[in-house]
């Protein structure tokens, strides 16, 4: 029994990661049920999906390149170029249909370049990609150095279009559990880059390519493969990808910026592509198992929300935990495969590394699973040793609601009432904006004002109407903010309706229009001087 | 025969490895003083030199002292990409044991929080300790490297990630604000009208240059760099000497680290040392020694690499460019730089100097 166990796990060896990775986000979500009832919803499950197609769309391109043996950092910068360049054109008053193509264009352009350049000029991809990714975030900052809104119709439909699922939603109300456009996009894309992996020539040229040392590279050129073809089309793929990723990623947040999927995106999309099984000297690996690297990575940022007393530091912590994880197992199994440091591959040196293999995967997953449970007991002592000093424990101090203000505000005529608390600098600012163009601003110690014209008051109280804030969608959220997080308090009064719902940023679950809607109140809102 | 005679010359110099960067940075300084008027301006004011090319000295310092350590790294056939993160680890527990009261775990006297010569523990610890536990940093990346048999760019990817998590673990994800008059001359005091980091850039650039110019260290790891095997079979602890290159780099992170954040005042573990491994590393590469392959290294074209560098950013700032567009014109000096070593581009040098013989293909 054992010994078939053995020779069963012997032959599938390839699929170890991949099935470690499934495992761990079983037993992690399994975890994760059974602490927090949240978990239990499909609701979350899909979240895990709908906040995270633009990473699986850099994780499939990045995928072929970590196989071919190179990679590609330029994945963020790319999102962030193709995100301002659109939101350029659009505010030009482009057609979004000729916007998108062009961008997908321009990014199969940029990664062609990438990989002339790394594949004609033997330049080291990590360079040329790296180089990749500044040039495009410069760039972005030389056509806008603010953030640009989209307004265009066709986007705000792509990214509020929910396409409610079957048996799990009530299609008479529109409620219930729900996948976006964007997702089924990632998808239908995940799909075709299986497709291209495996059952095209193209996909099987790069399988060979990739791995031990080069030494793939100049078997394939031997064997009359078209070797340096298929380095450069392997950056274009990514660069198309980087592109579909980019264009994603601007519908989602509804906005073009140089800063956008900054703080080491590119770091998590290598990190995914890892933890879901592709070594990352090359020539093993499935796009697959990126799916759920990507999935892993996004369970473990739920997971620090849903516990609410973590910080959201600890995601880094543990991606990279786990990236040592997948690579250690990663090693072994190539030290396995070549017999490699032993020289000679006897049977028995084979029996002792398959045996080191299993307990290193097996203690690994342990390891994981009992840091899930112990960092939060860690994390709650440190707290409370903070809590119970009596010196300052912050050096801002996050500001409460004030709710009672904006109910005054309201009832003196007021249409909305924003309040924004926290930030880097903690600011407490409530705002109100009357029907008649007048807005006013309060963070506590001063007081500013600004006129703007009623019809932008009107076509505001239309947009937040449209993305259906008194509807059930618009639901108050209130996790623990982050540390340089923002908070919102909204009272929205219209049509004789009055609601206010209550959110965070830097949260994945809040409804993503109200962070549109928040959007359009940065741009009408005066700013305040800052202070002293 | 004495035409001969020069041409020889000529090819010496232009293979010695401190040429292209001392070209690349006449050609920026070049580029200066047509363009920018009042580029090279200096005035003493208040007993210290001002000026742009003050300027470049003295924001260059973090990045040459992270250079000689990757220098070492590189020359070993590795790569470190985990030292931004270890600067931010460093400058973290540097803030932390300046002023535990800001972030609340230690019961003390909080009216002291901004006093100018406050230091909860000895400064010597303060300076001391950072620097040990970023060379813990980089054993951890040495032992996955040697030991672990880990390829370098992954094995320092896990401490990349993970490090400005663990920096912010140690300061509970507060910034805190250095007030201490003593830390902040590493970053902003002078010294004989030149600035003080300047001095232990130098400082960090002798030791390192002591070390493997005057023992045979310098050549054990060039050997290692070329061929590791074949250095393990002629006596060389191979795995030593990579351990050693990387503690190296980690503990000159940690400098740079200490420097970085006693300038920018703050203990900010998402901002300090950011994309500075992308500096160090590009730094080595402009100063000629081989990523990925290793071999021969020179500390001091690292160094001009480094200046290199830091003269693209503050001409660029001179003509008016956004601070945050910058990397874009950082990007094309990059691809121009490595256009210049490729192999295309060093044949036809040497064909024009005279070399008849292309080069060998060093991959």
Same mark, same amino acid.
């Given at each position: 029994?054992?010994?078939?166990?053995?020779?069963?796990?012997?032959?599938?060896?390839?699929?170890?990661?991949?099935?470690?990775?499934?495992?761990?986000?079983?037993?992690?979500?399994?975890?994760?049920?059974?602490?927090?009832?949240?978990?239990?919803? #499909?609701?979350?499950?899909?979240? !895990?999906?709908? +906040?995270?197609?633009?990473? @699986? *769309?850099? /994780?499939?391109?990045?995928?072929? =390149?970590?196989?071919?043996?190179?990679?590609?950092?330029? #994945?963020?910068?790319?999102?962030? !170029?193709?995100? +301002?360049?659109?939101?350029? @054109? *659009?505010? /030009?008053?482009?057609?979004?249909? =000729?916007?998108?193509?062009?961008?997908?264009?321009?990014?199969?352009?940029?990664?062609?370049? !990438?990989?002339?350049?790394?594949?004609?000029?033997?330049?080291?991809?990590?360079?040329?990609?790296?180089?990749?990714?500044?040039?495009?975030?410069?760039?972005?900052?030389?056509?806008?150095?603010?953030?640009?809104?989209?307004?265009?119709?066709?986007?705000?439909?792509?990214?509020?279009?929910?396409?409610?699922?079957?048996?799990?939603?009530?299609?008479?109300?529109?409620?219930?559990?729900?996948?976006?456009?964007?997702?089924?996009?990632?998808?239908?894309?995940?799909?075709?880059?299986?497709?291209?992996?495996?059952?095209?020539?193209?996909?099987?040229?790069?399988?060979?390519?990739?791995?031990?040392?080069?030494?793939?590279?100049?078997?394939?050129?031997?064997?009359?493969?078209?070797?340096?073809?298929?380095?450069?089309?392997?950056?274009?793929?990514?660069?198309?990808?980087?592109?579909?990723?980019?264009?994603?990623?601007?519908?989602?947040?509804?906005?073009?910026?140089?800063?956008?999927?900054?703080?080491?995106?590119?770091?998590?999309?290598?990190?995914?592509?890892?933890?879901?099984?592709?070594?990352?000297?090359?020539?093993?690996?499935?796009?697959?198992?990126?799916?759920?690297?990507?999935?892993?990575?996004?369970?473990?940022?739920?997971?620090?929300?849903?516990?609410?007393?973590?910080?959201?530091?600890?995601?880094?912590?543990?991606?990279?935990?786990?990236?040592?994880?997948?690579?250690?197992?990663?090693?072994?199994?190539?030290?396995?495969?070549?017999?490699?440091?032993?020289?000679?591959?006897?049977?028995?040196?084979?029996?002792?590394?398959?045996?080191?293999?299993?307990?290193?995967?097996?203690?690994?997953?342990?390891?994981?699973?009992?840091?899930?449970?112990?960092?939060?007991?860690?994390?709650?002592?440190?707290?409370?040793?903070?809590?119970?000093?009596?010196?300052?424990?912050?050096?801002?101090?996050?500001?409460?609601?004030?709710?009672?203000?904006?109910?005054?505000?309201?009832?003196?005529?007021?249409?909305?009432?924003?309040?924004?608390?926290?930030?880097?600098?903690?600011?407490?600012?409530?705002?109100?904006?009357?029907?008649?163009?007048?807005?006013?601003?309060?963070?506590?110690?001063?007081?500013?004002?600004?006129?703007?014209?009623?019809?932008?008051?009107?076509?505001?109280?239309?947009?937040?109407?449209?993305?259906?804030?008194?509807?059930?969608?618009?639901?108050?959220?209130?996790?623990?903010?982050?540390?340089?997080?923002?908070?919102?308090?909204?009272?929205?009064?219209?049509?004789?309706?009055?609601?206010?719902?209550?959110?965070?940023?830097?949260?994945?679950?809040?409804?993503?229009?109200?962070?549109?809607?928040?959007?359009?109140?940065?741009?009408?809102?005066?700013?305040?001087?800052?202070?002293? | 025969?004495?035409?001969?005679?020069?041409?020889?010359?000529?090819?010496?110099?232009?293979?010695?490895?401190?040429?292209?960067?001392?070209?690349?940075?006449?050609?920026?300084?070049?580029?200066?003083?047509?363009?920018?008027?009042?580029?090279?301006?200096?005035?003493?004011?208040?007993?210290?030199?001002?000026?742009?090319?003050?300027?470049?000295?003295?924001?260059?310092?973090?990045?040459?002292?992270?250079?000689?350590?990757?220098?070492?790294?590189?020359?070993?056939?590795?790569?470190?990409?985990?030292?931004?993160?270890?600067?931010?680890?460093?400058?973290?527990?540097?803030?932390?044991?300046?002023?535990?009261?800001?972030?609340?775990?230690?019961?003390?006297?909080?009216?002291?929080?901004?006093?100018?010569?406050?230091?909860?523990?000895?400064?010597?610890?303060?300076?001391?300790?950072?620097?040990?536990?970023?060379?813990?940093?980089?054993?951890?990346?040495?032992?996955?490297?040697?030991?672990?048999?880990?390829?370098?760019?992954?094995?320092?990817?896990?401490?990349?990630?993970?490090?400005?998590?663990?920096?912010q673990l140690v300061t509970n994800a507060i910034k805190i604000i250095i007030y201490n008059n003593t830390f902040l001359e590493i970053g902003n005091g002078w010294v004989f009208l030149l600035p003080f980091a300047l001095y232990i850039a130098a400082f960090v650039f002798a030791i390192a240059w002591f070390i493997t110019r005057r023992t045979s260290l310098g050549l054990f790891i060039e050997s290692v760099g070329i061929n590791s095997r074949s250095s393990f079979f002629s006596g060389i602890d191979e795995k030593k000497i990579k351990l050693f290159a990387y503690v190296f780099c980690g503990i000159c992170a940690g400098i740079a680290g200490l420097i970085a954040v006693s300038s920018i005042r703050t203990s900010d573990a998402n901002e300090v040392g950011l994309y500075f491994e992308l500096d160090a590393i590009l730094a080595v590469i402009i100063g000629g020694t081989l990523l990925g392959a290793g071999g021969r290294f020179s500390l001091f074209a690292s160094a001009i690499g480094a200046l290199v560098i830091q003269a693209t950013t503050t001409s660029t700032l001179a003509l008016g460019v956004p601070a945050s567009a910058i990397i874009a014109v950082k990007a094309v000096v990059v691809i121009v730089v490595i256009i210049l070593y490729s192999r295309q581009v060093q044949d036809f040098v040497r064909k024009i100097v005279g070399q008849t013989k292309p080069m060998e293909s060093k991959s």
């Amino acid at each position: 029994m054992m010994q078939n166990l053995n020779a069963n796990l012997y032959k599938n060896r390839r699929f170890l990661p991949v099935a470690a990775t499934i495992v761990l986000f079983v037993i992690a979500y399994a975890l994760g049920a059974f602490f927090y009832t949240g978990m239990r919803e #499909v609701h979350t499950f899909l979240t !895990l999906f709908i +906040t995270s197609p633009f990473l @699986l *769309l850099s /994780a499939i391109g990045e995928t072929f =390149v970590i196989i071919s043996g190179g990679i590609d950092l330029s #994945v963020s910068g790319m999102i962030a !170029l193709t995100s +301002t360049a659109s939101a350029a @054109l *659009l505010r /030009a008053g482009w057609n979004p249909w =000729v916007v998108m193509p062009l961008m997908v264009a321009m990014g199969a352009v940029i990664g062609t370049i !990438l990989g002339v350049l790394i594949t004609y000029m033997k330049v080291q991809p990590f360079i040329a990609t790296l180089a990749g990714m500044w040039f495009t975030r410069g760039i972005c900052y030389i056509i806008s150095d603010a953030e640009i809104r989209i307004y265009d119709p066709v986007y705000k439909l792509l990214s509020g279009t929910k396409l409610l699922i079957p048996g799990l939603s009530d299609p008479v109300t529109k409620k219930g559990d729900y996948v976006t456009i964007l997702v089924v996009f990632s998808l239908i894309i995940f799909a075709i880059a299986i497709y291209i992996a495996h059952y095209t020539k193209f996909g099987r040229t790069v399988y060979s390519i990739g791995g031990n040392n080069g030494a793939n590279e100049q078997s394939a050129r031997l064997m009359g493969l078209p070797v340096d073809r298929t380095k450069v089309l392997v950056y274009t793929f990514s660069g198309v990808c980087s592109a579909l990723a980019g264009i994603v990623y601007s519908i989602y947040v509804g906005s073009g910026h140089g800063s956008h999927a900054s703080n080491g995106y590119e770091m998590i999309v290598i990190a995914s592509v890892v933890i879901g099984g592709t070594v990352l000297t090359g020539g093993v690996g499935y796009v697959f198992g990126s799916l759920f690297g990507v999935l892993v990575t996004g369970l473990i940022q739920t997971l620090i929300q849903f516990n609410g007393t973590l910080s959201s530091w600890w995601a880094s912590i543990a991606i990279g935990a786990l990236t040592l994880v997948f690579i250690g197992i990663q090693s072994l199994l190539v030290n396995l495969n070549t017999g490699k440091s032993g020289g000679l591959k006897s049977p028995a040196t084979v029996e002792a590394r398959r045996r080191q293999l299993l307990s290193f995967g097996i203690g690994a997953v342990v390891v994981v699973v009992l840091a899930l449970l112990v960092v939060p007991f860690i994390q709650n002592a440190i707290n409370k040793s903070a809590e119970t000093s009596t010196s300052i424990s912050t050096r801002c101090q996050r500001q409460p609601f004030r709710p009672d203000q904006a109910a005054s505000l309201i009832k003196d005529g007021a249409v909305i009432a924003y309040e924004r608390n926290g930030g880097q600098k903690c600011v407490d600012e409530l705002y109100a904006i009357y029907p008649d163009g007048r807005i006013t601003g309060d963070n506590g110690t001063q007081k500013i004002e600004k006129q703007v014209t009623t019809a932008e008051v009107d076509k505001l109280l239309l947009d937040i109407d449209n993305y259906g804030w008194f509807t059930d969608n618009m639901y108050t959220t209130s996790h623990n903010p982050c540390e340089a997080c923002y908070t919102y308090f909204t009272t929205v009064s219209y049509k004789g309706q009055q609601k206010t719902v209550e959110a965070v940023d830097g949260g994945t679950d809040a409804p993503p229009e109200y962070f549109y809607i928040t959007g359009d109140f940065t741009v009408l809102i005066p700013g305040f001087a800052p202070a002293p | 025969m004495k035409q001969s005679k020069s041409f020889f010359d000529l090819r010496k110099i232009t293979e010695s490895k401190i040429f292209y960067p001392t070209v690349a940075l006449f050609l920026i300084l070049l580029f200066d003083l047509i363009i920018i008027p009042g580029f090279f301006h200096l005035e003493i004011k208040e007993g210290h030199l001002y000026g742009n090319l003050i300027d470049i000295l003295r924001n260059s310092a973090p990045t040459i002292v992270l250079a000689m350590g990757m220098t070492l790294v590189i020359a070993t056939g590795g790569v470190d990409l985990s030292v931004g993160a270890v600067m931010a680890i460093a400058a973290s527990t540097a803030c932390i044991m300046l002023n535990p009261n800001l972030i609340g775990l230690k019961l003390a006297d909080v009216t002291k929080e901004a006093d100018p010569t406050y230091s909860a523990s000895p400064l010597l610890l303060v300076f001391l300790v950072p620097l040990i536990i970023a060379g813990i940093c980089g054993l951890w990346n040495g032992i996955l490297v040697a030991y672990g048999r880990i390829e370098p760019m992954v094995a320092t990817l896990i401490l990349m990630i993970a490090g400005r998590g663990i920096a912010q673990l140690v300061t509970n994800a507060i910034k805190i604000i250095i007030y201490n008059n003593t830390f902040l001359e590493i970053g902003n005091g002078w010294v004989f009208l030149l600035p003080f980091a300047l001095y232990i850039a130098a400082f960090v650039f002798a030791i390192a240059w002591f070390i493997t110019r005057r023992t045979s260290l310098g050549l054990f790891i060039e050997s290692v760099g070329i061929n590791s095997r074949s250095s393990f079979f002629s006596g060389i602890d191979e795995k030593k000497i990579k351990l050693f290159a990387y503690v190296f780099c980690g503990i000159c992170a940690g400098i740079a680290g200490l420097i970085a954040v006693s300038s920018i005042r703050t203990s900010d573990a998402n901002e300090v040392g950011l994309y500075f491994e992308l500096d160090a590393i590009l730094a080595v590469i402009i100063g000629g020694t081989l990523l990925g392959a290793g071999g021969r290294f020179s500390l001091f074209a690292s160094a001009i690499g480094a200046l290199v560098i830091q003269a693209t950013t503050t001409s660029t700032l001179a003509l008016g460019v956004p601070a945050s567009a910058i990397i874009a014109v950082k990007a094309v000096v990059v691809i121009v730089v490595i256009i210049l070593y490729s192999r295309q581009v060093q044949d036809f040098v040497r064909k024009i100097v005279g070399q008849t013989k292309p080069m060998e293909s060093k991959s």
